[in-house]
Structures are given as structure tokens and as C-alpha cells.
């Protein structure tokens, strides 16, 4: 059985500000009406004998990946990393899952999740083959044939072929310099490595297990201790942590003498940067890739995208205009490799755009921050139908309730009501009191705090159906709109 093995934990700090640690690229649509999650899962269901996937990634984005792999009505489990240590120990504890669900047989398609694919049938098609070499032993992984010369991706060097589509692993190259690349691109024998992979979980760690046995004693540990936390499979913190952080390249691959490459020709791309995107979306007749509410005027060569307002350029060329509620980023095209480095200076002087949203997404919906002020906060929260916030009082704020869409029942020291649209209700300072939403459409209200104090730290909570807790990393979620804190210790219902 083929069990996809679908790594969701990175950021994709190249496509700032689209693109947040708090909500990361893959849970974007960025090339279409879904997610790239969700069109992994929906690429991967359609594969032959595939078995329940397997998502792995970071607590915080745990709920998230749970609703996006509800949505996508594949059967799967979300295994939850306890801390970011690339890719080989998170593959090496997916391996340990199938293994004791699926037994020896058991073969992983690691993929990633920020990727797009274009041609389904031929995506198809590399995997039937590299699934023959599989069955054989040994670790397959797939090449893309250069489109351009890419500094930014690692290459490998193919050497004799052994099936049709299927050659040896020479050789890996990570990111050359862009000559290099220039000379890779007319070269038949370099292909970019498309960090995908095929293998049965057995080889894969018994490969782990002679070259980096660290990590497999980490990994199995992990597995061996892990617990179950409502539909979430939490891998152990101190045995996972004790894993080096190494990618299946480093760890594994760059020394079997049994890897494999199949050539994967199905229109891939790494949306890895914002002219891999426009190139996945298509250019006009100008070479303009442009999304949203966008008005150009003799501009050429262009990047433009808008998520909050209008956006109207003139006269310029080859630049980027990246338009969300909190922040615009403009370009040049030349420069994108620097973004990476521009955001790690606005983390360095504690800038929330570097990270956070003002918009956050919960298990029982979103809420987003309107208006700040003096003694004052207004928030526009959503409600999904059956969602339900945890049961808590504030010691410093009264908070007011306006319904404008759907039906909400208010919980407010122990008396229940409901309300409807164009009604409101007020919750005292020091009430115990929960929001929830019982209808069958979601539910939309405004809350206006007021108070002395209006931080995220100011809570009491009583109880809370999903299970999170206040021991939770980001616990406290004091940056506004960030979607990647699931806590419990969250002052603010319209956070919990």
C-alpha cells in the first residue's frame, strides 16, 4: 500500500507578506481556487492502491491541517512535530507509523506541499514507475528536467539508466551559483531535485539507520511515546528533540549507493518564490501576472497582487507589488532572493507583519482585528456551524456582542440565549461566558472590548472541547491575527 507521507511544516518566507509563519504557503491559494494542501491531497487520492495520508508539521498549524485534510475527504492522521528538525526525522517517524498500521510492505511518497503539478496523468506516471523500482528495494527520488538556470534549487547529476524513465544517482548539488546553473541547464545529465521521494518505509530506515543513527533512535523513540490528542498524533517532545536536524538529501540519500532517479516531466513547480508563482498563474500579453483587485497602466514584466484594495501601477517594469491589509511589499524582480533577508530583519526589530496576521483562523473559525484604540479593540469574528469557544471570564474588559449574520448562543454566568441578526447582548467585566454557534450556516458578529487592560493575556479559562493547552508553545498568542497560536491560555474568545 502507498501511504503519502505530506510534509506541511515550512514557512515560505520568500513570499512574505502573503506568506506568514503564522499561516504559511501551503495552506494558501495561490495558484487557484484551492490550497496547496489541498490540491496535494486531491493529486495524491486519485493515485492507484493509495492508503490513508499521513501530514506532518507544526503544532501550531495543527488545526488547520486537520480541517484542510477533513475537507479534502481523503482518510489521513496529522502527525504533530514537537520541534522543527528537517525533513529526515519527521519521513523517519511517518515510517514508523506506517510501518505499525500497514505493515513491512508499507511505501511512503514523501512529498512536499508547496509545490504545483500541472499534468496529473504524467505526475501518475513517474510514480508507477518509480513504485516498480521500489518494490525492488532501494530509495527513488525525482528529477525536473531545468526550465531556467536556478541557483536557488539543488540539482542532481543522473548517471546510468536502469529502467526507462529511471537512472542512478550520481551525484547531488545544492544551489549553485548562477553560472553553474547556466552550465547545469545545457547539461542532459542535471536535473533539479524536486525533493520528492518513493520508498518503502523499511529501506528508508534501515538507510536512516546505518548513515545517521541519531536520528533514527530520535525518531523511533518519538514514535514509540507518542500520544494521541483528539484526532492528532503528538509525536514525544524530548525524545524528538534529541534528533539532529538534516534533510533526507543530507542524512540519507547523498550516501546510499542504491538511490534512484525518475524523471518527473508533469509541469512542475516550486512555488518557492514570487516569480514562480506568476509563472504557475501565466503572464498577459505585457508579462504582468496579476491577482485581485489590480489596475496596471503601461507596466511591463510585472508582479501584482492584491488581497485588501485597489491596487493601480504606471509606468513601471519588472517589479513586485505584494498588497495585504497590514503590509506592501515592492520589488524589484532582480531582488526577490533578498525577501528571505528582509524579513528576518523585521523579525529582528519585533515588527508582528513579519510573522502574524491580523486575521486568525481557529478550530471553530476566524477572527480578525478591525480597530485599536484607547481603552477600546473591535474584532470581526466567524463562527463555522457547531463551533464552540472555550468557557472563560476576563478580569479587565467587558466585551459586546453584535450579530450581523446567522444565530449565536451566548453563554453568560450560567443563562443561556440566542440571538439573531441585528441583535447584541453585553458580557460584564468578570462574567464567565462562551460563544458558540449552533445553526447550519456560520455565524458573523462584532466585538467591541473595552477596558483598562485589553491584552491577550487576561483570561480564566474553565473549559475548552478542543483540548488544547495552556502549555502549548505560543500559548499566550500576544501578536495579533496569528493564526499559528492554538492555546488555551489565550485571554481573548475571539482567540479560543
Not at 506541499?113 to 525525482?142: K, M, N, S, Y
Amino acid at each position: 500500500m502507498l501511504i503519502p507521507v505530506l510534509l506541511a511544516g515550512g514557512v515560505g518566507t520568500r513570499l512574505w507578506p502573503l506568506s506568514r509563519e503564522s499561516r504559511p504557503k501551503q495552506f494558501l491559494a495561490l495558484n487557484g481556487e484551492s490550497s496547496l494542501l489541498e490540491q496535494t491531497l486531491a493529486r495524491v487520492s486519485r493515485l492507484d492502491d493509495v492508503g490513508p495520508a499521513l501530514l506532518i508539521g507544526n503544532v501550531e498549524h495543527r488545526f488547520v491541517m486537520a480541517e484542510q485534510l477533513r475537507a479534502s475527504a481523503m482518510p489521513g492522521r496529522v502527525l504533530i512535530e514537537p520541534a522543527r528538525r528537517d525533513t529526515a526525522p519527521a519521513v523517519a517517524a511517518a515510517a514508523f507509523e506506517a510501518l505499525a498500521e500497514h505493515g513491512e510492505d508499507a511505501e511512503l511518497l514523501v512529498l512536499p506541499t508547496d509545490h504545483a503539478i500541472a499534468d496529473a496523468v504524467a505526475f501518475e506516471q513517474a510514480i508507477q514507475r518509480a513504485r516498480a523500482r521500489a518494490a525492488r528495494g532501494g530509495l527513488t527520488l525525482f528529477g525536473v528536467r531545468p526550465g531556467r538556470a536556478e541557483p536557488g534549487f539543488g540539482y542532481i547529476q543522473a548517471g546510468e539508466t536502469v529502467d526507462e524513465g529511471v537512472r542512478r544517482v550520481q551525484t547531488f548539488v545544492e544551489k549553485p551559483d548562477k553560472a553553474r546553473a547556466a552550465v547545469y541547464l545545457e547539461d542532459p545529465d542535471y536535473y533539479w531535485n524536486s525533493g520528492m521521494f518513493l520508498f518503502r518505509a523499511r529501506d528508508y530506515l534501515a538507510s536512516l539507520e546505518r548513515q545517521a543513527p541519531a536520528i533514527h533512535a530520535a525518531a523511533r523513540a518519538a514514535h514509540a511515546h507518542a500520544h494521541i490528542d483528539i484526532d492528532f498524533l503528538r509525536l514525544e517532545e524530548n525524545a524528538f528533540e534529541q534528533s539532529p536536524a538534516k534533510s533526507i538529501d543530507y542524512a540519507v540519500m547523498e550516501g546510499a549507493d542504491d538511490a534512484v532517479m525518475v524523471e518527473l516531466d508533469a509541469g512542475w513547480t516550486d512555488l518557492g518564490s514570487w516569480s514562480a508563482v506568476a509563472d504557475a498563474k501565466g503572464a498577459d500579453a505585457h508579462g504582468n501576472s496579476v491577482q485581485g483587485d489590480v489596475v496596471i497602466e503601461d507596466s511591463h514584466g510585472c508582479i501584482v497582487h492584491s488581497q485588501d484594495r485597489l491596487v493601480a501601477t504606471i509606468g513601471l517594469r519588472d517589479t513586485i507589488v505584494i498588497e495585504t491589509g497590514d503590509a506592501v511589499l515592492v520589488a524589484d524582480r532582480g531582488s526577490e532572493q533578498q525577501i528571505r533577508q528582509l524579513v528576518a530583519r523585521l523579525i529582528a526589530s519585533g515588527r508582528e507583519e513579519a510573522t502574524a496576521y491580523r486575521k486568525a483562523y481557529r478550530p471553530w473559525g476566524s477572527y480578525e482585528q478591525i480597530a485599536v484604540g484607547e481603552r477600546f479593540q473591535v474584532k470581526h469574528i466567524r463562527v463555522i456551524p457547531g463551533g464552540r469557544l472555550s468557557l472563560q471570564k476576563h478580569h479587565h474588559r467587558a466585551e459586546h456582542w453584535i450579530v450581523v449574520h446567522g444565530t449565536a448562543r451566548i453563554t453568560c454566568d450560567g443563562r443561556e440565549s440566542l440571538l439573531t441578526e441585528n441583535e447584541s447582548t453585553f458580557i460584564p467585566l468578570g462574567a464567565v461566558h462562551r460563544l458558540e454557534n449552533p445553526g447550519k450556516v456560520d455565524l458573523d458578529l462584532i466585538e467591541v472590548q473595552s477596558g483598562s487592560y485589553l491584552g491577550e493575556d487576561d483570561i480564566v479559562r474553565f473549559d475548552d472541547v478542543y483540548g488544547r493547552s495552556d502549555s502549548e508553545p505560543g500559548a499566550e498568542d500576544k501578536v495579533p491575527g496569528a493564526p499559528a497560536s492554538q492555546s488555551t491560555s489565550t485571554p481573548d474568545i475571539t482567540k479560543e
